[in-house]
């Protein structure tokens, strides 16, 4: 392996994002899409990132394996991967991690694999680095392919993407993902092209891979149900900020912020009662090219104060009523959240 | 697959026979018999009439493409009634020679453009695609006998760099290569500047989908990414202006012949033309359409080929 | 008058961000003006025969210098472009219009009748132009007529085929079903949807066109199939030069130069143009 050498600190996150800003240059001026995104990945974790489309997850996660549009430029920050700031890495050096301690599965099966390659050629290229022959190579993806749960591996891998279905699809993507058993997953959106019990299969199976492999996984969706079926902790997102972060049981049952509240309300499988309409968060997203002052869901919040409009509140664990700082919890993870109402007397 | 090749080449056949007929019974139908025209207006009416018989002339147009038609299914097409050799002889005689001019003509062509629209399409905006950009646009259109005139007039004539005339020595390859290379130049310097914009745009195309961003995601080499992942695809549509450039390069090929005076079917057939030969014109015409429509027959196929989804669709039928 | 007044601004103002377009404007306005005022600008008669000063270089009488009749050759080159503009204006307005009505009659027509128009079309494009009129030319002799007729037949297909698409995808919307159904003319729905939408699209194709029915021409004057002697065409002056090239290479140098500027000129410009009217197309060039 010609990677670069990483200082590899044994415990601690295996990917540390701090302050991280990132603008599009447009047409219209710079486009902030992410402004001061914290977040981490311990080791051995599961985290999702939620939020609407257009929330920035997409941005966040092109920024973590610099694989960003052209237009985009980086305002500040680190993202600290393993003891690293993958933004000072030579492009070099950033090649070398890719595919090998970080991996990607991409959102549409359909159109993420090479039509006109066969699966079997697509997995011995992702094993690029190996110096093992052909054989040994075929070898290793007939057992990776088995270990994502596909029947009849020999076939499949002489076979062309468009051959297979789209839960098929992923799963080779996972395969290919794991093949060279990375520290840190990104999942973006894996499940959502993919109809129920699809996603609830490629869910389980790799909830027992990462058990097995041992990696840490960014699992980006906007289906609450699957965050809480398969996260430990979860990271809500909005309009390029994060709002909300913390262990996902405690985020889920007592949500602080108003828009992770809302979310939750919307959510078709949490709606009790019997209803005609589903509910919705009433309003869109903000501007991003000429950002509001102050808190950036205060337009669409319902319980915002005077200060939300002058005042942008900062991610910071409280305890809700008093403004307290709160004792890190059980979990290890402490809940925080960028609300003004926590500092107000309930 | 089979049924798509069945029924694309029907579409051929048909296209062809239709082409055909089209010409055929114009020649039959213009005023004036082709045997007065062939033979000048001092011939005898005896040496008319014995043309008119030895030709078929006398017979209804029907039956005239009746006997062309099972001719040409016997590979037979007629006789020159001038040195009264086989015109299928005559033709096949000069066929190579148009063969050559234009695959070295094309291949010097995808050689250059192929390259030059990948790295156009790699380094956008740099001075090389800006260049390529310029370059394809201004070559495609100047006709190739004003290029062949100054390939001549400059390279041959003035400079002597390269024979002005002929297609070298029977035998001797250098010396036909050395031939090849002007004609050559004429024909296929538009088509470098066209294969490359073609190639660079779709290379554009296909390095913006996903599966490119995927293999990127894997830290595969640029190289392996441009030359196996995104090469392959963005040649499909140019494999298909191939097949086409070498059905029009055949009879385009004219030109650069009859300007470096090399034989081939072009000169063949505009020395026919001049002579009013009218069987030399039919076998001559119905050769370089045959070609063109087999050329883009085959660029079709070789298309589904490459394309294992269009293959399939294909073979799905509908 | 206000909207086309707007198009021309538009263009004007499109092409002063774009040099090659601008050039090649600038080469297409020269061509013209020059074409259009050749009986003033010439400065000899393009048919006077100089036995005495055939064949010579350029001096201040023949900046061009003479051909193998001593003719004045930059004469000759300017009344050539009288010729080429004449074929391409007739060729390109009647293909057009016949491409305009057969491409509705594709598009709107029953399916035999589109089937039986698309088969055609193939047909004629199947032909390589150069052999169809070289095979025309052997049955009627030379002539510019006949020129003319050959390239109106292998361009028609050019303009029917974008005015079938785009009828095609105009027939199921419902504002023309509606029209229709109120038995509105062909004309109608011609004039008022039809010619709207395909007008950028017919005057660009137009625009390309130029080079190669000029090239055409100048290609079968130059095999002695086009203009007759002595008539003057930028094919025949290098027909003629081809004969005398190792005695003088002004009449092929002279006669090719405007050819090549009208190829880059008239491209130049037709790119320019439909980087102004179809944005799609922009977007991936520099």
């Not at chain 3, 029209?179 to 010619?195: D, K």
Request: hydrophobic share 45%.
């Amino acid at each position: 392996m010609n990677g670069p050498v990483l200082e590899i600190p044994v415990n601690g996150p295996v990917l540390e994002i701090c302050d991280l800003s990132i603008n599009y240059q447009t047409d219209h001026g710079a486009l902030r899409a992410l402004r001061n995104v914290n977040l981490t990945v311990p080791k051995g974790k599961i985290v999702g990132i939620v939020g609407e489309s257009g929330c920035g997850k997409s941005t966040l996660i092109s920024a973590i394996i610099r694989l960003l549009a052209p237009n985009a430029r980086i305002a500040g920050g680190v993202v600290q991967f393993r003891g690293n700031d993958l933004l000072k890495l030579s492009p070099e050096q950033m090649r070398n991690l890719r595919g090998d301690e970080i991996s990607m599965v991409f959102q549409d099966p359909m159109t993420s694999l090479n039509p006109v390659l066969t699966i079997g050629r697509q997995m011995a290229d992702v094993q690029h680095r190996s110096s093992s022959s052909r054989a040994a190579k075929n070898t290793r993806s007939l057992q990776m392919l088995e270990r994502v749960g596909i029947a009849d591996p020999e076939t499949q891998l002489r076979r062309y993407p468009h051959h297979l279905s789209g839960g098929m699809r992923q799963r080779v993507a996972i395969a290919m993902a794991l093949m060279a058993e990375p520290s840190l997953l990104i999942a973006d959106e894996p499940t959502t092209a993919l109809d129920a019990t699809l996603e609830v299969q490629i869910i389980k199976r790799l909830r027992e891979l990462q058990h097995d492999f041992g990696c840490s996984i960014l699992f980006i969706s906007h289906h609450l149900g699957v965050i809480a079926e398969l996260c430990d902790e979860v990271v809500v997102m909005y309009a390029g900020e994060v709002v909300e972060s913390g262990a996902m049981r405690e985020v889920f049952s007592a949500p602080q912020h108003p828009y992770t509240q809302k979310l939750l309300d919307c959510d078709p499988a949490r709606i009790a009662q019997k209803t005609r309409r589903l509910p919705v968060i009433e309003g869109n997203l903000p501007s991003l090219v000429h950002l509001p002052e102050g808190c950036i869901f205060k337009d669409r919040c319902t319980l915002s104060l005077p200060r939300c409009a002058t005042e942008r509140p900062r991610l910071l664990g409280r305890l809700p009523g008093s403004g307290q700082t709160a004792p890190v919890s059980v979990s290890g993870t402490p809940h925080r959240s960028a609300c003004h109402l926590l500092e107000e007397p309930a | 697959m089979g049924k798509f090749i069945f029924r694309r080449g029907l579409t051929s056949v048909l296209i062809l026979v239709l082409s055909v007929s089209l010409l055929f019974g114009m020649i039959h139908l213009v005023p004036g018999d082709p045997a007065t025209v062939m033979l000048g207006p001092r011939a005898t009416p005896e040496l008319r009439a014995e043309l008119s018989q030895r030709m078929g002339l006398d017979q209804p147009l029907v039956v005239q493409l009746g006997r062309f038609y099972s001719g040409l299914a016997r590979g037979d097409l007629g006789v020159d009634p001038f040195s009264n050799r086989k015109v299928r002889d005559i033709v096949l005689e000069q066929l190579p020679h148009t063969l050559a001019l234009v695959l070295v003509a094309i291949g010097g062509a995808s050689l250059l453009g192929i390259p030059l629209g990948c790295f156009a399409a790699i380094r956008r905006n740099s001075w090389l695609d800006r260049l390529t950009a310029v370059m394809s646009v201004a070559f495609i259109a100047i006709p190739s006998f004003v290029v062949a005139l100054y390939l001549l007039l400059w390279l041959a004539v003035k400079w002597r760099w390269f024979p002005a005339i002929g297609a070298g020595e029977a035998g001797n390859f250098t010396d036909q290569a050395y031939h090849l290379v002007l004609p050559a130049i004429a024909l296929g310097l538009g088509w470098v500047g066209y294969i490359a914009r073609l190639v660079r745009a779709s290379m554009l195309e296909v390095l913006e989908d996903n599966h490119i961003r995927t293999a990127r995601a894997f830290g595969l080499p640029e190289r392996t990414i441009v030359i196996h992942y995104a090469l392959r695809i963005a040649l499909l549509p140019t494999v298909t202006i191939l097949g086409l450039g070498i059905g029009t390069m055949l009879s385009s090929a004219l030109f650069a012949e009859i300007v470096f005076s090399r034989p081939g079917i072009g000169k063949l057939l505009y020395e026919a033309v001049l002579g009013r030969n009218y069987p030399i014109v039919m076998g001559a015409v119905l050769v370089t359409t045959g070609f063109f429509v087999l050329s883009t027959l085959v660029s079709d196929i070789i298309n589904a080929l490459l394309d294992p989804r269009l293959r399939e669709q294909q073979e799905g039928g509908s | 008058m206000s909207k086309a007044q707007n198009t021309v601004l538009r263009i004007f103002n499109a092409l002063k961000k774009d040099p090659l377009g601008m050039a090649g404007f600038i080469l297409v306005s020269i061509i013209l003006f020059l074409t259009v005022f050749a009986a003033w600008l010439a400065p000899h008669d393009p048919l006077e025969i100089d036995v005495y000063n055939r064949l010579a270089s350029p001096t201040a009488a023949h900046w061009l210098g003479t051909d193998q009749l001593g003719r004045d050759i930059l004469s000759r080159v300017l009344f050539g472009g009288q010729v080429a503009l004449k074929v391409s204006l007739i060729a390109i307005s009647v293909s057009m219009a016949i491409g305009l009505v057969l491409g509705m009659l594709a598009g709107f027509g029953p399916r035999w009748l589109d089937r039986i128009l698309v088969v055609s079309f193939d047909t004629v494009r199947s032909f390589p132009t150069i052999m169809f009129a070289l095979a025309i030319v052997a049955l009627t002799g030379p002539s510019l007529n006949t020129v003319i007729g050959v390239i109106i037949i292998t361009s028609i297909p050019v303009y029917a085929r974008v005015v079938r698409t785009q009828t095609q995808a105009l027939r199921e919307r419902d504002f023309i079903l509606a029209e229709r159904a109120m038995g509105a003319s062909m004309f109608r729905i011609l004039r008022y949807h039809v010619l709207p939408n395909v007008a950028a699209p017919m005057f660009i194709l137009a625009s390309m066109d130029v080079p190669a029915v000029v090239g055409m021409e100048a290609g079968l004057s130059f095999l002695g199939l086009g203009v007759s002697p002595p008539t003057a065409s930028w094919g025949s002056i290098l027909n003629d030069g081809y004969s005398y090239l190792r005695n003088s290479p002004w009449p092929i140098i002279a006669g090719g130069i405007p050819l090549i500027a009208v190829t880059l000129g008239f491209t130049f410009f037709g790119e320019a143009l439909r980087d102004i009217f179809d944005p799609k197309l922009r977007r991936k060039d520099p």
